[in-house]
């Protein structure tokens, strides 16, 4: 893609507006917790320091807005916290250049460096660097500093204490995300009626996952609704594809492929009566038409084999989900026993020790956390200076804007630059000409700040442009308040607000971390995932004693890592301005739908495993090593821009036809064989790649 046409696309990115549904009451909480702050803080103070503490309030309240299963009151507490201690330490630094210099680039570098924790560290890490900008301008002495630290820090804890107090849909993020686990699982059941090959995309499941971690204090009080729905789920999904599936399940035509349709619709019905039930909290409504069709005897009749398994074991399942959407059937303990396991999250304190080893494996060479840590730093450093240098006054719009808009990513860093350049624009705009209409005093200054921020935490889910513009007025009048000349900020702000972004533009450009380059390495993970995952599901057929099926669990969930980590790339490479590198746009798409299909019979023979006392299948240890050594080989072709050979798999399966000994077994030969067609699609696609097609 050309730089004009990445150019073009980021900033149509960066102004879209979405619709998105809207959350009035948690924006009214954060408003009324801000509000409670800047009474005070004024009525104690006066305005310069609630200047301030309206600025803890804010991130506080803005934290608690980010995507994180940890329990929001944590989330504010940690961002008030940190503020407090950077604003304080700063303005005691910030008289002697160098040393505020030297410290803004160590508290820059570590905010980046926080995206190895996760976009939710990153996003507060790095907002608390550029809020800090601004609040060490504001004390006038190191008592005055003192105060304002420690209302930031009451600005954390009241807006902490209000979502303790005043709940919004308790468990809703993780209430949200097992719903949609369910709803993607009743899709994909309606869609395999239709397409027996139907893709699913394991993100929802996925996402769930992450959400059912907890820490002990949570599992104590979390719902029963949401203990154990999101296991079964993931059990319904080689099931439903199994029972679909024309190869290795039901016929493509006939009375058998007709039943199975039925049972895959009345699945769907009943999986989205669970996904309702499980978002808002309420009773599960059956669908009785759907629970007639799985309680028909005529299953019995007309599906013989694998198909009736599947059938059998879906209806299990299904009545599991059910009752767990209801609220029972989760908990059997007697007294005394132990609560259920359940998927442990660390405490915060825990969680530090995690956090370093992070940080600390992305200190590499080529690691895309690590580039952005240097770049960001750098960037933040030269704003800093140049905001200095320019005879505007207010410099730190400059380093603060570069802070607020580089991610890791090409595009979010290019489309958040022209997002806040524009809002800014806007919103400082708009908050000019009330100012020039009102001329308020610091009691409507502060009103109209509020109004700002009540508007931004309603709306900043819609577009990043939108929330610029209501944080834009929000600054204007909160420096108003404070005793800020509002007529010198317009022109500077907008200027230096340009710079910010156009040095975190140019710094990407100079000092990338494309993913383009990346893409055979992602493949070539993927490749030997999907590999390990087949040869273990191989390994329990060959002997289901000794293989658990925690062992497959396993490596399935790192297939799927691997799958989500391919698509993204995938998905940022397309906007980069960078040259093809290794494979083309066709051949990525045609390499990712045969591992996909690679990875689906391999689930497929994993809905049929056999029972810990099933007869063992000798042919399918042989076909098992035989996966992983061509895979590992394969993935190595990839990342030298090779195309793989399967001959090792070949051979395993023309063995067995020589050998003597009982035929063998045909559920585990059909599968083996559809795996060995998927390889052979994969090289196919990289043949096109590499010129020899």
């Given at each position: 893609?050309?730089?004009?046409?990445?150019?073009?696309e980021?900033a149509r990115?960066g102004?879209t507006?979405e619709?998105r549904?809207l959350?009035?009451?948690?924006?009214?909480?954060g408003?009324?917790?801000l509000a409670?702050v800047v009474?005070?803080?004024?009525?104690l103070?006066?305005?310069?320091i609630?200047a301030?503490?309206?600025?803890?309030a804010?991130q506080?309240?803005?934290?608690?807005?980010?995507r994180s299963w940890?329990?929001?009151p944590?989330?504010?507490?940690?961002?008030?916290a940190?503020l407090?201690?950077?604003?304080?330490?700063?303005?005691?630094s910030?008289s002697?250049?160098?040393?505020f210099?030297?410290?803004l680039?160590?508290w820059?570098?570590t905010?980046g460096?926080a995206?190895a924790?996760?976009?939710?560290?990153?996003?507060?890490?790095?907002?608390?660097?550029a809020i800090?900008?601004v609040?060490v301008t504001?004390?006038?002495?190191?008592?005055?500093?003192?105060?304002?630290?420690?209302?930031m820090?009451?600005?954390g804890?009241?807006?902490?204490?209000l979502?303790?107090?005043?709940?919004?849909r308790r468990?809703?993020a993780?209430r949200?995300?097992l719903?949609?686990?369910?709803a993607?699982e009743a899709?994909y059941?309606?869609?395999l009626?239709?397409d027996?090959?139907?893709?699913f995309?394991?993100?929802?499941?996925?996402?769930a996952?992450?959400?059912?971690?907890v820490?002990?204090?949570?599992a104590?009080r979390r719902?029963?609704?949401?203990?154990?729905?999101?296991?079964?789920a993931e059990?319904?999904?080689p099931?439903?594809?199994?029972?679909?599936?024309?190869?290795l399940g039901v016929p493509?035509?006939?009375?058998?492929?007709?039943?199975?349709?039925?049972?895959l619709g009345?699945?769907?019905?009943?999986l989205?009566s669970a996904a309702?039930?499980?978002?808002?909290?309420?009773p599960?409504?059956l669908d009785?038409?759907?629970?007639?069709?799985?309680?028909?005897p005529d299953?019995?009749?007309i599906?013989?084999?694998?198909?009736?398994r599947?059938?059998d074991r879906?209806t299990?399942?299904l009545?599991?989900?059910?009752?767990?959407?209801?609220g029972?059937?989760?908990?059997?303990?007697?007294?005394?026993e132990?609560?259920?396991?359940?998927?442990?999250?660390?405490?915060?304190?825990?969680?530090?020790?995690?956090?370093?080893?992070?940080?600390?494996?992305e200190?590499?060479?080529?690691?895309?956390v690590?580039?952005?840590?240097?770049?960001v730093?750098a960037v933040?450093a030269?704003?800093?200076?140049m905001?200095l240098?320019?005879?505007?006054?207010?410099?730190?719009?400059?380093?603060m804007?570069?802070?607020?808009v580089?991610?890791p990513e090409?595009t979010?860093?290019?489309?958040?630059s022209v997002g806040r350049?524009?809002g800014?624009?806007?919103?400082?705009?708009?908050?000019?000409g009330?100012?020039?209409?009102?001329?308020p005093?610091a009691q409507?200054?502060?009103a109209?700040?509020l109004?700002s921020a009540a508007?931004m935490y309603?709306?900043?889910?819609t577009?990043?442009a939108?929330?610029?513009?209501c944080?834009?007025?929000y600054?204007?009048f909160?420096?108003?308040?404070?005793?800020?000349?509002?007529?010198?900020?317009?022109?500077?702000?907008?200027v230096?607000?340009?710079?910010?972004g156009?040095?975190?533009m140019v710094a990407y450009?100079?000092?990338p971390?494309?993913?383009t380059?990346r893409l055979?390495?992602?493949?070539a993970t993927?490749?030997i995932t999907d590999g390990r995952?087949?040869?273990?599901v191989?390994?329990?057929?060959?002997?289901p004693a000794?293989?658990t099926l925690?062992?497959?669990?396993?490596?399935?969930?790192?297939?799927?890592?691997?799958?989500?980590?391919w698509?993204?790339?995938?998905e940022?490479?397309?906007?980069?301005?960078?040259?093809?590198?290794?494979?083309s746009?066709t051949?990525a798409a045609?390499?990712?739908?045969?591992?996909a299909?690679?990875?689906r019979?391999a689930?497929?023979?994993?809905a049929h495993?056999?029972?810990?006392?099933?007869t063992?299948?000798?042919?399918?240890?042989?076909?098992?090593d035989?996966?992983?050594?061509a895979?590992?080989?394969?993935?190595?072709?990839v990342?030298e821009r090779?195309v793989?050979?399967?001959?090792?798999v070949?051979?395993a399966l023309a063995?067995r036809?020589?050998?003597?000994?009982?035929p063998?077994?045909?559920f585990?030969?059909?599968?083996?064989?559809l795996?060995?067609?998927?390889?052979e699609?994969?090289?196919?696609?990289?043949?096109?790649?590499?010129?020899?097609?």
């Amino acid at each position: 893609m050309s730089w004009l046409r990445a150019l073009k696309e980021t900033a149509r990115s960066g102004l879209t507006i979405e619709r998105r549904r809207l959350e009035p009451l948690i924006a009214l909480r954060g408003a009324a917790g801000l509000a409670l702050v800047v009474g005070v803080s004024l009525a104690l103070f006066g305005p310069v320091i609630a200047a301030g503490s309206a600025f803890g309030a804010h991130q506080a309240a803005i934290a608690s807005f980010q995507r994180s299963w940890r329990p929001r009151p944590v989330l504010a507490l940690v961002s008030g916290a940190s503020l407090a201690v950077s604003t304080f330490v700063g303005y005691l630094s910030v008289s002697h250049t160098l040393l505020f210099l030297a410290l803004l680039i160590l508290w820059t570098f570590t905010a980046g460096m926080a995206w190895a924790a996760g976009s939710t560290a990153g996003i507060i890490a790095g907002s608390n660097v550029a809020i800090m900008l601004v609040t060490v301008t504001l004390p006038t002495s190191a008592a005055d500093a003192a105060a304002h630290a420690a209302m930031m820090a009451f600005g954390g804890l009241v807006q902490a204490a209000l979502i303790v107090l005043f709940p919004v849909r308790r468990w809703g993020a993780q209430r949200d995300a097992l719903a949609d686990a369910l709803a993607a699982e009743a899709d994909y059941a309606r869609r395999l009626r239709n397409d027996p090959v139907a893709p699913f995309d394991p993100v929802p499941l996925m996402t769930a996952r992450n959400a059912a971690a907890v820490t002990p204090r949570q599992a104590r009080r979390r719902p029963a609704d949401l203990h154990g729905a999101r296991g079964v789920a993931e059990r319904l999904r080689p099931v439903l594809a199994s029972l679909a599936d024309p190869a290795l399940g039901v016929p493509a035509e006939g009375p058998e492929r007709y039943w199975a349709q039925e049972i895959l619709g009345a699945a769907g019905s009943l999986l989205d009566s669970a996904a309702r039930a499980v978002r808002q909290g309420d009773p599960v409504r059956l669908d009785e038409t759907a629970l007639s069709v799985l309680k028909s005897p005529d299953t019995e009749v007309i599906l013989t084999g694998p198909p009736r398994r599947a059938a059998d074991r879906l209806t299990s399942l299904l009545a599991d989900v059910i009752e767990i959407a209801e609220g029972t059937g989760t908990d059997d303990r007697t007294p005394g026993e132990p609560l259920v396991p359940h998927r442990r999250r660390p405490t915060l304190l825990k969680l530090v020790p995690v956090v370093h080893r992070s940080m600390r494996r992305e200190l590499r060479r080529g690691s895309t956390v690590l580039r952005h840590a240097v770049r960001v730093s750098a960037v933040t450093a030269v704003g800093y200076l140049m905001g200095l240098a320019l005879p505007f006054g207010h410099g730190y719009w400059a380093p603060m804007t570069a802070v607020m808009v580089m991610r890791p990513e090409f595009t979010h860093t290019y489309s958040r630059s022209v997002g806040r350049f524009m809002g800014t624009v806007i919103g400082v705009a708009l908050a000019t000409g009330i100012v020039q209409a009102s001329h308020p005093n610091a009691q409507l200054s502060a009103a109209l700040a509020l109004v700002s921020a009540a508007l931004m935490y309603l709306l900043m889910r819609t577009g990043y442009a939108v929330g610029q513009v209501c944080v834009s007025a929000y600054v204007v009048f909160l420096l108003g308040m404070a005793g800020d000349d509002w007529s010198q900020t317009v022109p500077e702000r907008v200027v230096l607000t340009l710079l910010g972004g156009l040095l975190a533009m140019v710094a990407y450009a100079l000092y990338p971390a494309w993913e383009t380059p990346r893409l055979r390495d992602r493949l070539a993970t993927w490749l030997i995932t999907d590999g390990r995952y087949a040869a273990t599901v191989l390994d329990r057929y060959a002997d289901p004693a000794s293989r658990t099926l925690e062992e497959v669990r396993a490596t399935l969930l790192t297939t799927r890592e691997a799958r989500v980590a391919w698509q993204e790339a995938l998905e940022t490479a397309q906007h980069e301005p960078v040259r093809h590198r290794g494979i083309s746009r066709t051949s990525a798409a045609d390499a990712q739908d045969a591992l996909a299909q690679f990875g689906r019979v391999a689930m497929l023979m994993e809905a049929h495993l056999p029972a810990a006392s099933a007869t063992p299948v000798p042919e399918a240890a042989g076909l098992a090593d035989a996966l992983r050594r061509a895979t590992e080989e394969g993935a190595k072709a990839v990342r030298e821009r090779r195309v793989p050979d399967w001959a090792p798999v070949r051979e395993a399966l023309a063995h067995r036809d020589t050998a003597e000994g009982p035929p063998p077994d045909s559920f585990v030969r059909n599968g083996a064989t559809l795996l060995l067609r998927a390889l052979e699609d994969f090289s196919r696609a990289l043949e096109i790649s590499s010129g020899r097609a």
